[in-house]
């Protein structure tokens, strides 16, 4: 569309990219030709100033959308196009959505990945009356909704968070001279702020932890060749802003004067691509928000370090916060979550994103979750407290931004007391750290505010301050002579009623109220014609005549009229003082609440991970510095509570990874066994039981000690990357890649059946070479599954590689799974034993067995075995790293050649000269 966006769609998700900086204003735009309306002119002139949104323009009780837009939204939203007048000689297509029911419009675009300028009439249309005919009401857009910066409750999930993250990009000032990279993340909607440095090798994992509804990035940074792939095949909306935005030099000032300090050295230190990022983050807040400054917590710079690094491949192959389809059903954190709150939801999903890697941390909240277990009846009383506060931090985002309603304030009146119960319940005594100070800073609860705002609301709330009646009756003498005098008067005219219906003796007649009006004695067609005639019409003065009634005024409901609105007008007027008296106290207490707010959410998730704990059965880990690894009795915690849904019981299985005690590097279990037998299973469930572990949470075992796992590798499950040109078995060599280059002796390995994607033997020796390579280089904590049993032999030569195999029983030609790990290898696959259970024809199961019959026969006479006799031992130095590849004459002019551009005759030329080179290199 014209505006400059680029919408694409791929795995069913939508990318927004904007392709023009947001502040330029866009040089095609048309002068408004002279025929255009007054109100077209300035349509124009505002959708100019927004051109990579979507302009919703305020008439009246509708946001309407004119031109492309028009076509975009009502596509989008499903709604009726139409026209409205001409431009240029042509339809102007126009489609609009009702102001009361904008957020669910607003939350299907944003979800879409559009964003929208909101458009607001700054000005009563009597005022631009009286400025003559012509004149437009002034219209100016309060606000820019985009993915990353919503505040409503109806736009946002109560369990997620929802940032905005700016990537700034430091040409060679990263470690060993590569790029530098910052990262900022923002969430409006609680007040969080934090940075983090990072470097090309770990930013996408750092974004990919992060997971912001919205990305902010230099143009340059996305057009780069190198990134731009990348940026594209992000999951969520990518903003290229002007480098403006990310400017080094004015960074430091912007954040200063955002909070209003005169260094930042109280926030920490923070490397220069952070700080370009974090004021980047702000400026487009600023930005997006036109003047209203959300109340944001200091920036926070996170250590790289701090947290376990997770990819983005093996985060969703994981199915940490969502499945690979994309639900948060099935995922890790929906089998874990028992939280209360939608706070607690958060915390609890941030901590899943980035486990900690600091023993002293995790066990800290070890201990938290042992005392909400040790009281079963204390830790119910606090998740009744818990339920019932809501969300404060969202409440106070909205107050301090000037969106909040009577039902915010009431939000932090019930945390308030909510706190101050929980304070109290848990008392000071012998607690562990995490508890006590938790409750330390719940009993800071200020009383002063929580009285206030309990005494000055009314116990019903409607959603808006303008709707009034949210103050309650007693609270303040002006109000409640106003509504005394607007209730009074209504029942004066309910009297006036009766009073006329006897006078004219007409029963039906009826004093009603409409907008426009305002109060009215209706009566019917035939009643109508009296009352306009003497004497009765020197009472009652004709207002309007409709198809079946007529419409009547007097003077005496007149004067109430008055008087009625008078004072529903001063009500409300008071009501609204005293609703900014509260906002501004809240206001005051930002600091205070929002500990509270962290408290109650530290408390929320030990809770919550003790009722799982006690309801799944689930053990405290040990977790320490050391390298160990040993689990008895693993569970997979999603695969479990399937299970049991079905009644079938989940079999525990151990698994020990750690090295010899005086060893420092890990072993690597080699999985065989059948299909179906359960070996992903085993592989994933050993992975997310050290996640659990290092995020403080009880886990899924009989007994669990886990060396601090600083970096978690998994290559399982086959997800085509088309979208960015990749097949599967590319993609699997890909995360392959990233494994062996980077993996270390701290890092947990899980690979499901590498090399599947290709011919039997390719596949078979890129697995070989890695395990190998995993043994003798990357030293890690391993689990490999495989179908190649010849793999099994490795384990002759390889000190720390173990075997192991799912047991299954064969009866009567069938398989039975066992699903319990024991040391040896499989013999065989049963994969047409597994074909038969999935419905495969019988003559194709037949004609397989035929099949499988002669191929063994053929490989009993010569086993692949064999070759571990024939091959060298994997050594490390014998790996060619990229420099001795390049020193290669023959394999320089190899890369050279490019085969789809030569002629036969130059291929066989090239031929010759290969030949002579190697010649010369060997010296014959
Ligand atoms: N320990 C277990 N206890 C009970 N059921 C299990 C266990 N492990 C796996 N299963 C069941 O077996 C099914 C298959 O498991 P899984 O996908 O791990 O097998 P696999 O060996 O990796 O298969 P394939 O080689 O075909 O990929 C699971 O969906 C689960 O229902």
Avoid at 700 to 715: K, M
Wanted: glycine share 8%; with cysteine.
């Amino acid at each position: 569309m014209a505006g400059g966006l680029n919408f694409r769609r791929g795995d069913g998700r939508s990318i927004l990219l904007v392709s023009r900086p947001m502040d330029t204003r866009s040089p095609e735009t048309p002068p408004p030709p002279a025929a255009v309306t007054p109100m077209m002119a300035q349509y124009i002139e505002i959708k100019a100033a927004n051109p990579d949104c979507l302009l919703f323009y305020r008439m009246g009780d509708f946001y309407e959308m004119f031109f492309e837009d028009a076509e975009v939204a009502s596509g989008a939203l499903g709604i009726t196009l139409t026209k409205r007048g001409k431009h240029a000689g042509d339809d102007i297509p126009m489609c609009g959505v009702p102001v009361h029911a904008a957020d669910q419009y607003l939350q299907k675009l944003i979800a879409l990945g559009y964003r929208v300028a909101v458009c607001e009439q700054t000005e009563d249309p009597a005022e631009a009356r009286k400025r003559g005919g012509k004149s437009v009401v002034r219209r100016d857009v309060v606000r820019l909704v985009t993915p990353g910066t919503i505040t409503e409750d109806t736009l946002l999930a109560p369990g997620r968070n929802n940032y905005l993250a700016a990537v700034s990009r430091q040409r060679g000032a990263g470690a060993d001279g590569g790029d530098g990279f910052g990262l900022a993340w923002i969430d409006i909607s609680t007040g969080e702020f934090r940075v983090a440095a990072s470097d090309a090798g770990r930013f996408a994992a750092d974004l990919a932890r992060v997971a912001p509804s919205e990305v902010l990035v230099a143009e340059p940074v996305f057009a780069d060749p190198e990134l731009n792939a990348f940026w594209r095949g992000l999951p969520m909306a990518v903003t290229p802003l002007s480098p403006a935005f990310f400017d080094g030099a004015t960074a430091e000032s912007r954040l200063t004067g955002y909070f209003a300090v005169r260094t930042l050295d109280g926030f920490g230190a923070f490397s220069r691509a952070e700080l370009s990022a974090a004021a980047a983050a702000l400026a487009y807040v600023e930005k997006t928000q036109i003047g209203e400054r959300p109340p944001l917590m200091p920036p926070a710079a996170e250590a790289t370090d701090g947290v376990m690094l997770i990819d983005a491949a093996t985060r969703a192959n994981l199915e940490l916060t969502a499945t690979l389809s994309g639900d948060r059903r099935g995922s890790l954190l929906a089998a874990i979550d028992r939280t209360a709150t939608g706070a607690g939801a958060r915390l609890l999903a941030q901590r899943l994103a980035g486990p900690a890697t600091d023993a002293g941390e995790i066990a800290g909240r070890l201990d938290a979750v042992a005392w909400m277990l040790a009281d079963t009846g204390l830790r119910h009383a606090i998740r009744e407290d818990l339920a019932a506060a809501p969300d404060i931090a969202r409440a106070l985002s909205r107050v301090t931004l000037g969106r909040g309603g009577p039902r915010d304030l009431a939000a932090i009146r019930d945390g308030l007391e909510a706190a101050t119960r929980i304070a109290g319940r848990i008392g000071s005594g012998d607690h562990p750290p995490v508890i006590a100070t938790a409750a330390g800073v719940l009993a800071t609860a200020p009383q002063g505010l929580g009285e206030a705002l309990a005494k000055a609301l009314a116990d019903d709330l409607p959603h808006l301050r303008r709707d009034g009646g949210f103050v309650r009756d007693g609270h303040h003498d002006g109000l409640d002579e106003a509504r005394k005098l607007r209730d009074e008067s209504r029942r004066v005219i309910a009297g006036l009623q009766a009073d006329y219906a006897a006078e004219t003796d007409i029963r039906a007649l009826k004093i009603k109220h409409n907008n426009v009006l305002g109060y009215f004695v209706e009566v019917n067609a035939a009643h109508g014609e009296r009352l306009m005639k003497p004497p009765l019409n020197a009472r009652f003065i004709h207002r309007q005549t409709m198809a079946n009634a007529v419409r009547f005024t007097t003077t005496a409901l007149a004067d109430l009229e008055a008087k009625i609105a008078g004072a529903g007008e001063r009500a409300l007027a008071i009501e609204l003082a005293v609703f900014d008296e509260l906002a501004a106290a809240v206001e005051q207490a930002t600091a205070t609440l929002r500990a509270i707010a962290d408290a109650l959410a530290i408390l929320d998730v030990a809770a919550a991970s003790a009722v799982l704990a006690e309801a799944e059965d689930y053990c405290r880990p040990v977790v320490e510095e050391s390298l160990a690894f040993s689990i008895a009795g693993g569970r997979h915690p999603v695969v479990e509570q399937a299970l049991r849904h079905e009644s079938q019981s989940f079999v525990a299985n151990d698994c020990a990874l750690g090295p010899e005690e005086t060893g420092d590097a890990g072993h690597i279990w080699l999985v065989t066994g059948p299909n179906m037998a359960g070996k992903s299973t085993f592989l994933r469930q050993n992975a997310l039981i050290a996640i659990m572990a290092q995020i403080g949470c009880y886990v899924p075992a009989r007994a669990a000690r886990i060396g601090i796992v600083d970096r978690l590798f998994s290559r399982v499950g086959a997800a085509d990357d088309l979208a960015r040109g990749r097949s599967t078995f590319m993609v699997e060599m890909v995360e392959t890649a990233a494994i062996l280059n980077q993996a270390g002796p701290r890092s947990l390995v899980i690979l499901d059946e590498i090399g599947r994607g290709t011919a039997t033997f390719d596949g078979l020796s890129i697995a070989w070479a890695a395990i190998e390579h995993l043994h003798e280089v990357n030293r890690s904590r391993a689990l490999f599954a495989t179908h190649y049993h010849e793999l099994t032999a490795l384990s002759e030569r390889l000190a720390r590689l173990r075997n192991v195999t799912v047991r299954v029983k064969e009866w009567q030609g069938d398989v039975i799974f066992l699903h319990e790990i024991a040391a040896g290898a499989a013999d065989r696959s049963y994969g047409i034993q597994v074909a038969k259970l999935a419905g495969l024809p019988a003559s194709v199961v037949e004609r397989a067995r035929a099949v499988l019959a002669q191929l063994e026969e053929t490989d009993r006479k010569s086993p692949v075995n064999t070759l571990i006799d024939d091959l060298p031992l994997f050594s490390a130095a014998r790996i060619a790293g990229p420099a001795e590849a390049v020193a290669d004459p023959v394999v320089a002019m190899l890369e050279t050649i490019r085969p789809d551009d030569l002629s036969p005759r130059e291929a066989l030329e090239a031929l010759y000269r290969l030949k002579a080179a190697l010649r010369e290199k060997r010296g014959d």
